[in-house]
């Protein structure tokens, strides 16, 4: 006989207080408050003052990430939205072009697709709640310059498939690893494997500096233009670079934020490491229960560890399951839930499917430089919408003991036996 369930009157499986959804500002410390008083103590926080740019914080944290994802140049901004726009526009890509972006992911990556003056075109994700390869081909035409593969909730997309259809076809790869920082693929980090990678240091993310971001290439070009996008001025700060200048932004990350983020980037390994002990535990034993599908992992060991994901038989199923896990004591939601506007499913994002654009002229859907036709509609990617509203996230942290990660286990394996036997 099944344990009667929390929701029905029975004893939960956990009471009392949980864990914060955020992971880098948790281990805020000594570290982070020393490295903010050593840039108010050198009164420098603009990075391309002349005096001291020797001891540039945010050239420091470039160097980090050059030589953690194994590029020849990043550049940090003061974003993830940055980032992927700088990206965009450093690959060449703007008006009447079209950009490949997926069904799940949030609302920034179609929102600087737009930033350039592009098209953003919405493709399936798969079991993995990734870019599905096989829909991005179908939705390829004679306008698609690019693709943006985006590694949800900390989980790799399938690389291998993406880049084989993008290289069949000539498309850009811009990898959006803003919720994967310091995740891999096969043993390649995420954001070295296309032809740019972005990354996001904001708060809910694995590292943070509250905001920021960073854009890693191998490419001179593509590096040059990321350059003049997110600078107006840098040809004045950086001169030369051998490519003609173009009107550009102002995305540059101040000195202090780039002093917390090299204090937070020397705690990933810690927090990556406590992150998928825990969740390889909760997996492990989690295989096989009847009723519920864990999400497909492309990479487990590449992995960040930061959720987990599992489906339940059917969307109604996924609310109700989600409702009796919570009264067991452990934290939870569903991923997809009409009530809720979550911006990070596409049908919840407003001003692309109205196609409206911040002037009546609805740029870039109507102002004449497109030549190809798309439509949007609420339902346009039914299977997305199918694995979405199926999913129930537990978040996870890297504070969680072995015993926290079994308490997980036991309220989904309660309430499995209780609902879904």
Known sequence: MSERLAIDGGTPVHSGPWFSVFHGSEEFAGEEKEAVLRVLAKKRVFRFLQAGAEDSEAA????AYRDFVGRQFALAVNGGTSALVSAVVGAGVGP?????????????????????????????????????PADLERKITPYTKAVIPVHMRGVPARMDEIMGVARRHGLLVVEDVAQANGGM????????????????????????????GMVVTDEDRFYQRCLMQHDSAVRFWRGGGGIPSFPGENYRLSELSAALALAQFGKMPSILQRLRATKAR????????????????????????????FFCPSADLAKRFSAVLKAEGIPNGTVYDNT?????????WDYVLAKRGATPVNCPWSCGAYKGKVEYSEDMCPQSLGYLGRAVL??????????HADLVVAGIRKVAEGLLR
Do not use: W
């Not at 972006?101 to 737009?114: E, F, Q, R, W």
């Not at 909760?282 to 994901?309: F, H, K, M, T, Y």
């Not at 809720?340 to 919840?348: A, K, L, S, T």
């Open 96 to 132: 009447g072009d079209e950009v490949i972006v997926p069904a799940y992911t949030y609302i920034a990556t179609p929102a600087a697709v737009l930033a350039a003056r592009a098209i953003p075109l919405i493709c399936e994700v798969d079991s993995s709640l990734n870019l599905d």
């Open 185 to 212: 693929y096969r043993g390649r980090m995420l954001g070295s494997i296309g032809d740019i990678g972005c990354f996001s240091l904001q708060q809910y993310k694995v590292i943070t500096a509250g905001e920021g």
């Open 282 to 309: 909760i997996v492990s034993q989690l295989e096989g229960v009847p009723g519920i599908q864990l999400q497909d992992v492309p990479d487990p060991e590449g992995d960040c560890g930061v959720a987990l994901i």
């Open 394 to 403: 537990v978040g996870l942290s890297q504070q969680m003991t072995p015993t």
């Open 60 to 63: 420091r944290l470039e160097d």
């Open 340 to 348: 809720i506007p979550d911006r990070h499913i596409y049908r919840n």
